[in-house]
């Protein structure tokens, strides 16, 4: 009758409607039922961060430098931000440099929450205003740079 | 919508994930449910008289009947409206995962329409279709002559096997409707990331509490279209329809308590933040409109009026009063349990709040308006199909 | 006349029958990268972390999260217990985004430290299961993630997932395509398919995030979770996660 057409419509709509990568991959019906080119568009996205590693390529002093330290554990970019543009293009997209204090408050200001151990200041009494990056070298920090008093 | 988080995360209590801040199902997924119970709960009275022979209610047949295809047909709107992608809307019948409740959207409701409520409607007027096609004339004429589908046979024969379609029909339907509400509890349900939710009388809960809200609804309008057409209202319909309210309501209340009893006795881990949310945050919507306005006053004048101690008028404005008191409070509760749902946070130790705009997407004028357009349908359609068993009265009445 | 409309029938049914089913063609879904051969998962140290709240940055940053405090693929709270009191106070300013202002004198502080959360990609998501329309899904290596093409946003998997991890993407983010589709962690896999780290692992100062393969027999995550012992978050509600912490209470949800 009518409910006939009705369906055999639904299936027509249908195997035009549904994109025709859906089910490619799919082997279990309940966790992974989906368009399979979803997977190789999400793989081809770009990246906005670039690796430590990247940045050895070019800058191995540094890095090695930064190895050397007290900062071992970070990543370039913990600081300097994201930088794939910069590694694909290295002329341009330079990575920002910020020398406030407010960069290194984030991880050394005081806070009772944190791990003991971990160096922390109370900084409002800790070489006020001057910059962080004046007696203390960021990459290695404690590298001290000219003189150093035993004040801080 | 970002002002509106702004404001809600200022009146954010104690802590809850960062990304709970937005209510993510809003109002318009309060109103479905609603809308479908309502169409669960017609239908069942619809079926008083076919399956279980209640002679009384008879003259509601047909009316409900009609209520619950206007109200079936406005159904959708709320979801569609909530998507955020409402063009991919049809995804959800072509490629459903059927793991999820929510898949059998399309399937069901596509069934329970076209398998039960229009098949059950057309042969149960298929009669006065063919008799119209042949009176009327203009376009109403030209309506009815496309809705005989061509076969003009009312002979004895025929409207026996009519009638026999419609009882097989009503029968297939009532789990039909059941499901179609059902399973709108079981979404509910089944998330066991929200202990406010999670219980397995959810959809049980939701399926009672339609059956309250649509025979209401019925009464409702049965008594309203009394007024309309000022006539007079057949007193064993009102009050047969006023008791199976009753009886339902019953079973609702002792399920609902059932649940509570459930929740407090056993002491899981969210229940320090449930209390806080029935006896503070869903005060007015819980413990005031839905169990007090909503379910105790309603019964107790339910109660009153079987009595018998008053007359038919004034038992006329006691249910007048009792059924919009229920309407109101069904709405409560599918607000309190999805947007209560999702006032505690998950973490147990916060509470967000809910805004409710005036205007734009999801808002209170778009609920408003989702919720009349269904009368204005039923208008149409008892204007089209006219339920009533004095057709002819009614006729002559319109000619005057 | 019969027998033609029982063929119509026929045909219709097959071609039904066959628009459903698709043969499961290729295994890996492409050349250079075989998801077979991975099996991902992450661990917390919360010994270490100190909430300087990187990772949430980069995250945002890496993959086009809005900056408003209403939207996190990863976020860190502060868990502090004050001396005698009971239950402890939770935290998280705008996700720990610009890290974390004291709040408390370590006077009257008992114990307290931060606590890192992002997706646990579990073995047996609620919020896959939950989809109406197969737009998440859980990847032969074990990641979860979204289809933002074919989401139709109806946040079903947001209300299932026990532990908030998943948001909608707003209406006026800054990738189009996402607009309006639920969104979450995905353990960047844009970056973990090129055999790099996510970017909340890679910027993390001290260690605290680590991702490892545990299909990688030198794996130091797949060390810490063979030797250490860890816990997961919600494990009674059956989810399976597969982000591991270290050193937190049975407390922390």
Redesign the interface.
Known sequence: MI??T???I??????I???PS???????????????N????????????A??EMCERCHKDKVEFLNSGA?R???C??CH??SMKHVQNPGDNMPKIDTSRALC???H???????KG?PQKYTDEHGYGRLCVDCHNPHSPWVFKGEVTGNG | MSEILWVVLQHVQGYIYPNEVEVNWSVLIALYPYITGLVAGAFIVASLERIFKVEAVKPTYRLALLTALAFLLCAPLPLVAHLGHPERALEIMMTPHLSSAMAGFGFVYAWYLMAVLLIELYFDYRRDIVMWAQTERGIKGFIYRVLTLGDYDIGDEATKSDNKIVNIVTIIGLPSAAFLHGYVGFIFGSVKANHWWSSPLMPIIFLFSAMVSGIALVLLIYIASGYIRGIELDKDCTDTLANYLLYSYLLDLSLEFMELAQLFYTQEEGIDAIRVLIFDKLFWTYLVIQVFLGTLVPIFLLIAARTGIFKFNVRKWIYIFATTLTLIGVFAMRWNVVIGGQLISKTYLGYTIYILPLFGPESLTLNLVIWILPFIILAILVKLLPPWEDTHKWEKAELE | MVSRRKLLMAIAGLAGFASLRKAVKAQEPTENYDWTKHYYSFVVDTRKCIGCGRCVRACKLENEVPLEPFYFRTWVERWVWLKNEKGPKVDSPNGGFDGFPPKYDERVISKSYFVPKLCNHCDRPPCVQVCPVGATYKTKDGVVLVDEKYCIGCRYCIQACPYGARYLYPRDGPRVTRRNTADKCTWCYHRITRGYKPACVEVCPVGARKFGDLMDPDDEVRKIIETERVQVLKPALGTLPKVYYLGIDSEVR
């Open positions: 409910y006939l009705f369906i055999v639904f299936l027509a709509l249908r195997m409607i549904v994109p859906f089910g490619e991959l799919t082997d279990d019906y309940t966790y992974r039922w989906f368009r399979a979803s997977v190789r568009e999400i793989m081809q996205l770009d990246m906005k961060f690796t430590k900062h554990t970070l990543s970019e913990t931000g994201p408050k984030l991880c200001e005081y806070n009772p929450t944190r791990p971990f």
